[in-house]
């Protein structure tokens, strides 16, 4: 995290834990209508938009008097929706079980996308099982990106 981001991140996560919210990622980046404070919460049970709007309300005044941006910005305070890549500790908690995808940085065993269900991880690895009964296991740091399958 870059230093607006950890600054924004050791400010809000007390006033989160208060709501039983738990910060999942604090970014600051320019999109298209101009510079973002994004934060990203996450919850037992699932984020819904009044846990959104009441933990922008409690953090838009402390936000303000911290003042770690000088120029201006648009806050916004999100669930890690349905497809966010798994990143965090609580990303592979929430997808044990479920159907993921890995994409690697370098081909293992001649591939670079495997597909199969998050059977085990833990802070360094983790192993899914694909179609053919075989697990698999990846270690993150190899791993380019690594995201849900949603099927409807």
Request: hydrophobic share 35%.
């Amino acid at each position: 995290m870059g230093k607006v981001s950890d600054q924004v991140f050791a400010l809000v996560q007390p006033i989160a834990d208060e709501f039983g919210l738990e910060i999942l990622e604090v970014t600051y980046e320019k999109r298209f209508d101009g510079m973002n404070l994004t934060v990203v919460i996450d919850k037992d049970g699932g984020v819904t938009i009044d846990d959104c709007e009441k933990l922008h309300r409690a953090i838009d005044g402390p936000l303000d008097e911290l003042d770690p941006i000088e120029e201006s910005y648009t806050l916004n305070v999100s669930s890690p929706g349905l497809d966010r890549p798994l990143k965090v500790e609580r990303d592979y908690k929430r997808n044990l079980n479920k159907k993921i995808s890995v994409k690697l940085y370098k081909p293992f065993n001649g591939k670079k996308v495997y597909q199969g269900v998050l059977s085990s991880y833990d802070d360094d690895s983790f192993c899914i099982t694909v179609d053919s009964g075989e697990a698999i296991k990846f270690i993150k740091k190899d791993t380019a990106k690594v995201e849900p399958i949603i099927e409807f």
